[in-house]
């Protein structure tokens, strides 16, 4: 059973478009990360989010964890090549078991 | 720094057969895991540690053994391959709890059981 849905599974853009993805689950999480993987390496963090309802920016990314921190969003502003990758979120609902989405997959087209 | 290493990088076995997967990391780190990632299925927990002598099960540990005899080595054991165990095998390392702290990857390994 897969407890994070992530959407949209794939995404193919245009240099310079805007993006959202999504991660929800139908369990509290007591904190939600974002990570980026890119062909043959592992998993690298981009942010961690805590408090219901907390937004954090990285550059052009911004996260978004919701108010009941069951659900999270990752928005990309004017994307770039660079940005291409799979993006995971991954909930903790104790402070020892970690549950990965199944990850978007994101190419951006020069 | 080294980081999280793993040895082999690629690794072909026959049903039946064992092996040893390598996960050492150099940052003092307490807290090491093991995953492994299907396609379509994101990351699955299958061993974690919280230190040196300490292991416990995550969400997919059967058909797989851990221990942590040293702070920098958690070595993940097949006994007996099966072709479903055929996937991509990722270690990771964290001062903290698994979603409190940053956890650091290492750049895995591809099995592929026959």
């Known amino acids: 059973t897969q407890l994070l849905e992530q959407s949209p599974q794939f995404l193919s853009i245009q240099e310079g478009e805007n993006l959202t993805v999504y991660c929800n689950s139908s369990s509290v999480f007591s904190s939600l990360q974002w990570y980026r993987q890119e062909p043959g390496e592992g998993p690298v963090l981009l942010v961690t989010v805590v408090t219901g309802g907390e937004v954090k920016k990285l550059k052009r990314l911004t996260f978004q964890f919701g108010d009941a921190r069951k659900d999270s969003s990752l928005h990309i502003t004017a994307a770039q090549p660079g940005d291409t990758g799979l993006y995971l979120c991954?909930?903790?609902?104790?402070?020892?078991?970690?549950?990965f989405g199944a990850g978007t997959r994101l190419t951006v087209k020069p | 720094n080294a980081g999280v290493t793993q040895t082999p990088k690629f690794q072909v076995l026959k049903t039946g057969q064992s092996m040893t997967l390598q996960c050492a990391q150099d940052?003092?780190?307490?807290?090491m895991s093991w995953y492994r990632q299907d396609p379509g299925m994101g990351l699955r927990l299958i061993h974690y540690s919280v230190g040196a002598g300490i292991t416990d099960q995550g969400e997919v540990p059967n058909g797989y053994n851990v221990s942590r005899s040293t702070t920098e080595d958690f070595p993940l054991r097949l006994l007996s391959a099966a072709p479903s165990q055929t996937s991509v095998y990722f270690c990771?390392?964290?001062?903290?709890?698994?979603?409190?702290?940053?956890?650091?990857f290492g750049p895995g390994t591809r099995l592929l059981v026959l």
């Open positions: 991954a909930g903790t609902y104790n402070n020892n078991d970690m549950r």
């Open positions: 990771a390392s964290s001062y903290g709890g698994l979603g409190a702290e940053t956890q650091y």
């Open positions: 940052m003092n780190h307490e807290y």
